[in-house]
């Protein structure tokens, strides 16, 4: 757990590139509070529970960031960005299942921690299911994702 | 001897080798020259929590290309942070940033265990430019210099110029100055035959054939490959001059990529070459007529180098790094000016005589060898000595804070039986108390008080337990009434049997006996005390100062050696006013001061905690040689009922008994707590996530996630984890029950009130004790304000 001392030292770590980073003429992408959302963070878990006060945009990165240990390309972030019509939770749930069930997570090995989402369950689940299903819903289920 | 460790993973996870892999294979091998035996390299493990100890002579092979499999390097050891022996040194040479076990996570850890910290700092260009990074390397660059800033013992740059700017950040972030040393880097020149062209590529060959300018390095924004290509088209093509790049492209440069790929002069006058072999970019050094390095900001410039110790010019960025690193054998310009370029480039081809001057003066550039930079890289590290100190001998006195006549009458004998090195007992008491405590016991120790009155001397005495125990105890240490060295203890800790000298001091160091990490200690639960309390502030101060987080109040007698106590006291003026725990404090300081001098061991305690419940044990006593007395223990129903709570001759014999009841219990309890990890683990792998135990206090509502089932030992109890989100530090209770099939109560538990400020905290459920094993449904309730919040799941009780 990282004190409040040292997330000020972070905090104004951060500034300092901020400011630099304007200097240049360029804007720093990920929020503040994305970033201090991963200090610390522990190496095989990402615990859900750290990233409820975020709002839309700086949840998007701080999901990457715990989940997957990156933050979204451009790309994806507009993406994302497009969906921010979508309420609260159904936006968190859908963004987290989608990363969830992404094989770049599967490969990172880190767990799930203090989901507070019920009904996002992990991939080993969803795959146990799926493993069950019958080959016609499967190929269904294969073509809605594609 | 102090141990260096090193964290290799990237060169053991990346097959091809970058910059930064290059210095740390050098560096290493260097090392391995100097202090093979000090050195101890770690790969992170899947796990991501742990290391694995390389074996260090297959690594060498390795990385010298005669061992070609990987996997032989390991060792099969496998370490935890917290597992490196206080005063090692944890020393960060390679590019870490980007790997998952961040070092705002690890060093805190390490710094914990009283790990030295050191690191080699290639730049800081991520804060200074971060516009030339990716967001994923500046984040990951801010989390690691963030850590190391506030952790390091030393830093080491590879450059005066980048040290410089760090130290303008620490100032800048308000930090206590951190001591710096530089080393350059080194370098891989070797002389080899110019005739030998086999390995150099044909269209390599044709590329040098004429006069040319070289530049070398990733084509990346922050190199600045636009300015010699703006320069190129501007003068350098209409007189005659070539133009090679060596490099691969990197991130950022589409642009860039494009005016190259439709260069109408690509492969005749202008040539863009990647993934040459050493032997090829050697050839283009040692041909070029001029090397230009424009870039915007580096480390250090190594292509300057690589130049120079082939004898040829270089024309570089104004940079106070690059003209660290050049100084007056380069000639410098301003990046931003195209033109300044031109201008150097055609004054030296206008006067050949001042640019054989140049080569003339260049033939006098001494490289740095990878030698001298492992050399002093070796001396910074060799400036985290540990202090040496000889342990006192003289162990004679023991020195007991009290305010209970009748504990200390029942406590005394054991120790006047069991302790026969003791030949005196100070009783730091209440001055009402003096007589009371004098007739308190009449054996063979020397009986001597020292009271609140003459140890305060005028000062205000405290209300509260944890901050009046430790300002008498610390006003005490300045008393000539103590000795050198002493037992310090209580007046309820008892020896279960003979005990010797040496299980407190050897001739090598003191032993002291620690039952938790301080840093993760959560209080009791559901009803924190003054001892929690202060146990916080001390976790508090001990991270200020980044101390080990030890927690060292293990209620046992602990040997304290005064001048150090003192040391501590005068280091940190007004320390004794803070209410802290003198055991942790104490035994924490001289563990980070003088390593070599403490032995940190597990607790050797029985009665503490008084009741499994209290708290998860972290450190489990395998041995139990004193006794932290709780006369309840005694009572009816209690663990020891039936035994004697006092002292008689041949007791051993009991206590012999007592330790094995206590030693049954605490198994029943490993395994409780063993088949709740087994259950978490395999929840984790049957739904890829950890059981959730969550409760959201919101607006006024309560939220409470519960994972759908749970195993509780039948005949036992678990300690439940619970992650709490409470940002109106709502009164929260948080109880469970068992209901049967009509949702009437079959059992309760007992509420326990969640701390205002916790984030998390543990529910301690009990099993449905003599009843069948099978499904129960369990109920957690969760009270607030009134309101009373409920969520179910199934409890397999086996």
Known sequence: ?146 | MQRIYIDVTNVLQTDYVTGIQRVVRSVIREMMERIPDRLELLVLTPQLNSFRLLDKKLFMEYIQGECAEKQRVYSGKVIFPSEIRAGDIFFDLDSVWNLPYKRSALLPELKGAGVRLAVYIYDVIPITNPQFCHVDTLFNFLDYLGAYLQYADVLIASAQSTLDEINKLIEKLGLNPIPGYVSWLGSDFRETPEEDLTNIPQEVREAASDKYVLCIGTIEPRKNHKLLLDAFDRALFAKGIRLIFAGKLGWNVEELEKRIRDHKYLGKQFFHFTGLGDDSVDYLYRHAYMVAFPTYNEGFGLPIVEALERGVPVLTSRKPVLQEIGKDYCDYFDPDDPQEFVDRMEYYLGHPEAYEKVREHIREFQPFTWKETAERIVEALNTITNRQYTPKQELRQMVILSARPEALRDTLPFVDAFMPFIEEVVICCPDSMTGAMEQCYHGRMKLTTLTDGQLLNGRPLPKDHEQRNFLLRCLAMRSDALDDVFVMSDDDYRPLGAIAKSQFVTERNYRAYYFYRIDRWKGTTGSMTSYDHGMFRTRDFLKAHHYPCKQYSSHMPQVIDRQLYCEMLDKHPGMEEQGLCEWSTYFNYVQYSYPDLLSAEPYVTLGWPGSGTDWSMEVQPQNMLFENYYESLYEPGGIFEGFSGTYYEGIEVENQQKVAKARAEQRRYQIWQEQFEHYRKKYAVEHGELPPFVIRCEKGQVYLTLPRTVDIPLDGFVRVPFAVYNPESADLRVNYRYVDEMEHAIMEGTAITVDKTDQNFELPIFGMRGSRSGKYKLIIEVRCADQQYEGGLTAFCV
């Open chain 1, 1 to 146: 757990m990282i004190s409040r001392a040292e997330t000020e030292v972070y905090s104004k770590l951060f500034h300092i590139a901020k400011d630099n980073m304007e200097s240049a003429g360029r804007e720093m992408a990920p929020a503040e509070e994305s970033f201090l959302i991963t200090v610390g963070i522990a190496p095989d878990t990402a615990d859900l529970l750290r990233l409820h006060d975020l709002d839309k945009r700086a949840y998007v990165q701080a999901a990457y960031a715990a989940l997957l240990r990156r933050f979204p390309e451009d790309r994806a972030r507009t993406v994302w960005e497009s969906k921010e019509r979508m309420s609260d939770e159904k936006y968190r749930r859908f963004l987290l299942t989608t990363l969830v069930r992404s094989g770049e997570y599967t490969g990172k090995g880190i767990q799930l921690y203090n989901n507070y989402y019920p009904g996002i369950p992990g991939v080993s689940y969803l795959r146990k299911i799926y493993s069950k299903m019958p080959t016609k819903v499967k190929k269904l289920i294969k073509k809605i994702l594609r």
